[in-house]
């Protein structure tokens, strides 16, 4: 047994112990993030850094003894440490009012970066229309699946060939298309209930990759999102942006919205990488659902995969029930100030 831990130390001793350097590594830097949109490129792989500090200490703990164990061991505790920091506030923020599924007035609402080289656009436009949906905002869509979608379901949208579209089966009245069209796509629409209008905003984020595109155009739907009464309004896209991310933080509360989805893992789904290789889960939750305060969560959840690099959001909200009146509101009178 000696001899047998002393050759896998050997062997597999330097790649686990790369794997927990690498991960600690990456998880500490990435805390930097805070104070630069560089290194924040790094928090939004928060789950690969902790999930690669974790295995290194399995196989420590299963595989390896003396000094190897030990220092594999420190690396992920570091990295436990580093990975739970930056995922912690994710898991443990409010997400809004719930509502029970009996709920009156609910909306449903799919979101769904459908890629532009999807290759089930039938089975897709199935799904979505078996979906009875009341919103669909949609990334990505091509003049071939869109004509497809329209003809199958007859939703109407706020333009013709949009990179943003917002689809209905609702009557809506036009907003904008792009306040700044060099800045990124964007779409918004208007809608009435039986509580009123409120505005539905549709977005396609570039990557943070991009330079500052991506923070231009998190600036510019603040300022759009500062035009619309927020108590009622929806907001969904593909913000190429998780929420470990420090900037997705800190647009989250500029928006004054409240996000409806909790790490939920939308990015990669089916084929990628030049659409040659499938990755057995997704391992980025990109795409968000918000909704201001007035709306309260019946349901949200991840879709099937349907022939895109994405996973689509099915959420469904109703409006907030006012609180139950009491015997001081029904004895109040006129002009007492209560």
Same mark, same amino acid.
């Given at each position: 047994?000696g001899l047998?831990?002393l050759?896998?130390?050997?062997?597999?001793?330097?790649?686990?112990?790369l794997?927990?350097l690498?991960?600690?590594?990456?998880?500490v830097a990435?805390?930097? @993030? &805070?104070h630069s949109? &560089?290194?924040d490129?790094?928090t939004?792989?928060a789950?690969?850094?902790l999930? !690669?500090?974790l295995?290194a200490?399995?196989?420590?703990l299963?595989?390896? @003894? !003396?000094m #190897?164990?030990?220092?594999?061991?420190?690396l #992920? +505790? =570091?990295g436990? =440490?580093a !990975?739970?920091a930056?995922m912690a506030?994710e898991?443990?923020?409010?997400?809004? /009012?719930?509502?029970?599924?009996?709920?009156?007035?609910q909306l449903?609402?799919i979101?769904?970066?459908?890629?532009?080289h999807?290759? *089930?656009i039938a089975r897709?436009? $199935?799904?979505?229309?078996a979906?009875?949906?009341d919103l669909?905002?949609l990334e *990505?869509?091509? /003049?071939?699946?869109? &004509?497809a979608l329209?003809?199958?379901t007859?939703?109407? %949208?706020?333009?013709?060939?949009? *990179? =943003?579209?917002?689809y209905?089966?609702?009557q809506? #009245?036009? @907003?904008?298309? %792009?306040a700044?069209p060099?800045v +990124?796509?964007?779409?918004?629409?208007?809608?009435? $209930?039986v509580?009123?209008?409120?505005?539905?905003?549709?977005?396609h984020?570039?990557w943070p990759t991009d330079?500052?595109?991506?923070?231009?155009q998190e600036a510019?739907l603040?300022?759009?999102l500062?035009e619309?009464?927020r108590?009622?309004?929806?907001l969904? @896209? $593909?913000?190429?942006?998780t929420?470990w991310s420090?900037a997705r933080?800190?647009w989250? %509360?500029?928006?004054?919205?409240i996000?409806?989805?909790r790490?939920?893992?939308t990015?990669?789904?089916g084929k990628?990488?030049?659409r040659?290789m499938?990755l057995?889960?997704?391992?980025?939750?990109i795409?968000?659902?918000?909704? +201001?305060p007035a709306w309260?969560t019946?349901d949200?959840?991840?879709?099937?995969?349907l022939?895109? $690099?994405?996973y /689509?959001?099915?959420? #469904?909200?109703?409006? =907030? *029930?006012p609180?139950?009146?009491?015997?001081?509101?029904a004895?109040a009178?006129?002009?007492?100030g209560r």
């Amino acid at each position: 047994m000696g001899l047998l831990r002393l050759a896998l130390n050997i062997v597999l001793g330097p790649p686990v112990v790369l794997l927990a350097l690498i991960s600690a590594a990456a998880g500490v830097a990435a805390l930097q @993030g &805070r104070h630069s949109l &560089r290194w924040d490129l790094l928090t939004h792989f928060a789950p690969v850094w902790l999930a !690669g500090a974790l295995l290194a200490g399995l196989f420590a703990l299963l595989l390896f @003894g !003396g000094m #190897t164990r030990l220092l594999v061991l420190a690396l #992920t +505790g =570091v990295g436990v =440490v580093a !990975g739970g920091a930056l995922m912690a506030p994710e898991l443990t923020r409010s997400a809004g /009012p719930r509502a029970g599924p009996d709920a009156p007035g609910q909306l449903k609402i799919i979101q769904f970066n459908v890629w532009n080289h999807n290759s *089930e656009i039938a089975r897709t436009i $199935d799904w979505m229309a078996a979906e009875r949906p009341d919103l669909v905002i949609l990334e *990505e869509t091509t /003049p071939a699946f869109r &004509r497809a979608l329209e003809a199958r379901t007859g939703w109407r %949208s706020v333009c013709r060939d949009c *990179e =943003v579209m917002i689809y209905s089966p609702r009557q809506m #009245t036009r @907003g904008y298309v %792009s306040a700044e069209p060099a800045v +990124g796509p964007l779409a918004h629409a208007i809608f009435h $209930d039986v509580e009123g209008a409120f505005d539905v905003v549709g977005v396609h984020d570039a990557w943070p990759t991009d330079g500052n595109d991506q923070q231009r155009q998190e600036a510019r739907l603040a300022r759009a999102l500062d035009e619309l009464p927020r108590e009622r309004t929806i907001l969904a @896209g $593909d913000f190429n942006s998780t929420p470990w991310s420090f900037a997705r933080r800190d647009w989250d %509360s500029a928006f004054r919205l409240i996000r409806r989805d909790r790490a939920l893992f939308t990015w990669p789904a089916g084929k990628v990488l030049a659409r040659r290789m499938s990755l057995p889960f997704a391992i980025l939750p990109i795409d968000h659902v918000y909704a +201001g305060p007035a709306w309260a969560t019946v349901d949200i959840h991840r879709g099937p995969s349907l022939g895109s $690099d994405h996973y /689509p959001l099915v959420a #469904t909200l109703a409006p =907030v *029930e006012p609180p139950p009146a009491t015997l001081d509101d029904a004895t109040a009178r006129p002009g007492s100030g209560r």
